[in-house]
């Protein structure tokens, strides 16, 4: 695996092979104060832009085991350097699945998703990983190994200190083991895929498929771009007309399903959908591509959050802070979620005029509870955190952070320059 | 620094009217609802607004007094205990529901609402909070989230914790934080994470922005009954083994079933030895679907029937008699320890019997009233205070069960908490250094240890009076179960 992170390739590649030697590997880096970058599957190391010094790649690569998997408890735990798609194969088999999808599953590792926080089309119905992640063994950066949860479903023995990681990105500590609980595999998924041609009708088929008797498990919208970027959605809309694409996804038996499908299909036309499309197969291969889009592409990608009544309003400045620029982005909403991703081309934009646009987005969200974080930097250039703002402004919460951060880590070796402490 | 200068500063901080020191007043707040330890506050604070929790807090600990915050004061593990005297603040004041917002499916309160008045406030809307402890017709929200406490019906829908979304805080020094937020994954670690469920020792929550539920679409309940109680734990094993996620998946067994049936004719037969009590929600094809499996693994597990309640009236019947069981355990002795151990549920059967076979060694009533399908069990012991010993046996004999889920691979408490009762056991889960990180994050917050000191963690002063068995014997002396 390379380790080259900005065109820095770091001086050494420790690989531990337990737990207790990733914390030895950390206790060591932050005695000799050595710069530290735990590497998972490297597919999201594009967030956080550069470290400020680069001594040692961490990688996880030998902390890929599954630790304990009972089917019949529901619940399995396993060393973060393993794949989320090794997980679902493991579950798989039993009908169980942890219903969390974000891209590249087949790379990206269990502790790298926890620690980028890395979500998936599956929030709406099943929540974020926060929900699932039971407990956590992890190597602080000061070399100490500790855990915190259970590997039972219910836990309240001492502070979730599991949940301080998810997000974190690596800089309080490296996560060596994460216990999940998982779900059974719902007997029918089926996907409805509907094409409008106004900003407002999508919104208002969302709104509509969250009122009973729906319970859409995944929705999201997509603008005409982003249909093209994902080549598993061109047999559903052939022609290729400026379109915002939805697509729904529900999950149950086969009657439950197929009632909800009836009744989002009249929603739909009622709303003025051109096309209406279903898949008649399985529908897991649709939504991994939709899942993928997030995935580097060497585009800037950013991360949008806004409350749910805000939904127009973000998608609006969204669309208005390019178009007014000429740039054709792709942009995905998480529907019912408060989220979305875009996809701003950089190739030929000067990175000050990518700033100022940035800048701007993030002055319009923050007029409605809403922020931008730049999810992928791609390394290009002139492309650099010093010029464009990776996270806006530090929460309210900053002093707390750095007091925990001081406490964890107190070298200040992990991740160094990456995050917003 | 006297009593009577912190209770001057109090009363120029917040107003005379809201601050108690009479010993009358103060008598009603040295409980909880363990009666594992009883101690009385130098004071008490009933504050009417986020500022005035401030005020208090600062006046308190700039004095070195302190500080354990209260809600309805149901704690079942001695968190909301004033041992070392102190400042109590009782959120009573702070009982309003501020909004509700359908479309996003939020609402945001006050700390002091009670449970249930939160679910009625969001009636109207077709939704609810999602947390049920059996408490939860006194218990309050801000309570249940400092608790993280669970309920029947967290198996499907998750504990407090996942229905938080933000919360203000006000910190040991006075200084209030906004944690979390409504829009999903904002920069920042998970501080909101950390205090939910931290039972008052990392700040006080004054303002709560909580995730309500919609209602399901259809319900079903069922009361299934076993003659043998290892087939009834089979069962629950079974059911989670076969894929099925009841919306709850409760158990109760032994003599409890008569007492409850003469308590409350919730209609369960009296001469069952267990009965499993479930429920499923959803759309109706799903429940057809579940119904069905559900039917199947029951009567492959031995049950001598199944039941399934025909109305509405008769699912409140059932659950009337699940959430009025602690009460009609009095029938059988007046006094109980209640046990909050939690295993993997395919180690439910074995445990159920550990814990029957460890109640008979030491000659005690047993009734397992439990959230089976969490693997969260509650072994009441149940014994008379006047019999000299007994107490002293049923704490022993809860340290036994509990050492038996840890055994199994399970927890010291699944939703009650750790606060006096279990903080000696939190090093059979935990080494030095997970303590210690533990520690850390209460260092924190708090860097002084004013919030409800001594609590989950044993750090700070040690007192000598402490130990659960020392607590009980003055609990009795002053005869004062509740």
């Known amino acids: 695996m390379d380790f080259t992170l900005y065109s820095q390739p770091p001086a050494r590649v420790i690989t531990p092979a337990t737990a207790e030697d990733l914390a030895d590997c950390l206790r060591e880096a932050s005695a000799a104060g050595s710069s530290v970058v735990p590497w998972g599957g490297g597919t999201r190391q594009g967030l956080g832009g550069p470290p400020t010094r680069y001594d040692l790649a961490l990688s996880m690569s030998g902390l890929s085991r599954v630790v304990e998997y009972t089917p019949a408890d529901l619940v399995i735990s396993v060393e973060a350097g393993a794949t989320l798609g090794m997980v679902q194969e493991t579950l798989a088999p039993h009908g169980q699945w942890l219903p969390w999808d974000p891209p590249l599953p087949r790379r990206a590792t269990v502790g790298g998703l926890l620690a980028s926080g890395a979500g998936g089309m599956l929030r709406l119905g099943y929540g974020s990983p926060r929900d ?77 498929l969250r009122q009973p008797p729906f319970h859409p498990i995944s929705m999201v919208i997509l603008n005409d771009e982003a249909e093209r970027a994902i080549p598993a959605l061109h047999p559903f809309l052939r022609d290729h007309s400026h379109y915002l694409m939805v697509a729904v996804r529900f999950a149950g038996t086969a009657g439950a399903v197929a009632r ?118 791609p390394a290009a250039p002139g492309i650099d955190r010093d010029v464009l703002d990776v996270w806006g402004a530090p929460p309210e919460t900053l002093a707390l952070m750095r007091s925990l951060r001081a406490a964890w880590d107190p070298a200040g070796v992990l991740n160094p320059g990456r995050y917003l402490v | 620094m006297t009593r009577e200068t912190l209770i001057a500063a109090l009363q120029s901080a917040i107003g005379p009217t809201c601050v108690l020191h009479r010993p009358e007043e103060l008598m009603l707040y040295e409980y909880d609802g363990s009666s594992l ?172 922005t909580v995730r309500l539920t919609r209602n399901a679409e259809d319900v079903r309940t069922f009361l299934v009954i076993f003659d043998e109680m290892d087939a009834a734990g089979a069962c629950v094993s079974a059911i989670i083994a076969a894929g099925i996620i009841p919306a709850a998946l409760e158990m109760m ?105 460890v109640a008979a060694r030491y000659d005690l009533k047993v009734v397992n009233i439990f959230h089976a399908g969490d693997g969260n069990l509650h072994p009441l012991l149940l014994f008379n205070l006047r019999v ?12 036994e069960i509990l050492r038996a889920c840890v055994a199994a691979g399970g927890t010291i408490s699944g939703e009650h908490g750790i606060g006096l009762e279990k903080r000696d056991y939190m090093s059979w889960l935990f080494s030095e250094d997970d303590l210690s990180a533990f520690a850390d994050i209460r260092a924190v917050f708090d860097p002084t240890e004013m919030m409800n000191p001594g609590k989950l963690l044993r750090t700070g002063a040690p007192s000598a009076d402490q130990a659960p068995t020392q607590a009980f014997r003055r609990t009795t002396e002053r005869g004062a179960w509740i």
């Open chain 1, 132 to 208: 699932w992640t039971l407990g956590m063994r992890v190597a602080l950066g000061d070399g100490r190994l500790v855990k915190s949860g259970s590997r039972v479903v219910k836990n309240v023995a001492g502070y979730d200190s599991h949940k301080l990681h998810i997000g974190a990105l690596g800089t309080l500590g490296v996560i060596a083991e994460a216990t999940f609980k998982v779900a059974p595999i719902p007997p029918r998924r089926q996907t409805l895929i509907a094409a409008f041609t106004t900003t407002k009708a999508p919104l208002e088929a969302i709104a509509q």
């Open chain 1, 260 to 377: 909800q499908i009836r009744a989002a299909v009249a929603h739909c036309v009622e709303l003025g959908s051109r096309v209406i499309e279903l898949n008649e197969l399985d529908d897991a291969p649709i939504w991994e591509a939709i899942a993928d889009f997030v995935q580097p592409t060497g585009d800037l990608m950013l991360r949008v959050g806004a409350p749910l009544g805000q939904q127009y309003e973000m998608i609006r400045l969204l669309e208005m802070t390019t178009r007014a620029r000429g740039w054709a982005t792709a942009r995905m909403v998480i529907a019912g979620v408060g989220l979305a991703y875009a996809r701003w081309p950089i190739a030929g934009v000067p990175a000050a005029a990518l700033a100022a646009a940035l800048a701007e987005l993030r002055a319009g969200l923050a007029t409605i509870g809403g922020y931008v974080v730049i999810e992928e930097l």
């Open chain 2, 37 to 208: 330890d009883q101690a009385l506050p130098d004071v008490v604070v009933v504050p009417g607004s986020t500022a005035e929790v401030a005020a208090a807090v600062r006046a308190a600990t700039g004095m070195g007094v302190p500080v354990v915050v209260r809600g309805a004061g149901t704690g079942l593990a001695g968190g909301t205990v004033p041992d070392r005297g102190g400042m109590v603040v009782s959120l009573a004041r702070l009982n309003r529901v501020l909004s509700i917002d359908p479309a996003s499916r939020t609402a945001v309160v006050q700390p002091g609402v009670v449970n249930t008045e939160l679910s009625v406030a969001a009636a109207p809307y077709g939704m609810h909070f999602a947390p049920d402890p059996s408490s939860q017709r006194s218990s309050t929200v801000g309570g249940n989230a400092g608790s993280n406490a669970g309920g029947p019906h967290c198996l499907k829908y998750g504990v407090t914790t996942n229905h938080v979304l933000a919360a203000t805080v006000v910190l040991a020094d006075g200084s209030v934080v906004r944690l979390g937020s409504t829009v999903p994954d904002a920069p920042g670690y998970d501080l909101l994470g950390a205090v939910v469920g931290s039972e008052g020792t990392l700040g006080i929550i004054t303002e709560l």
């Open chain 2, 253 to 357: 067994s032994g003599e409890g079933i008569a007492a409850i049936e003469a308590s409350v004719h919730a209609g369960y037969p009296p001469d069952a030895r267990a009965v499993l009590l479930i429920e499923i929600d959803g759309l109706r094809e799903d429940l057809a679907d579940e119904a069905r499996r559900i039917a199947e693994v029951c009567t492959a597990s031995g049950a001598r029937e199944l039941r399934t309640a025909a109305d509405s009236a008769q699912r409140e019947r059932l659950w009337a008699g699940r959430k009025g069981a602690l009460a009609a355990c009095a029938r059988i002795a007046p006094h109980y320890h209640i046990v909050d151990g939690v295993v993997p549920r395919s180690r439910l059967p074995e445990v159920l019997r550990y814990s029957e076979e």
């Open chain 2, 388 to 399: 000299p010993g007994t107490r002293e046996r049923a704490v022993a004999a809860g340290e």
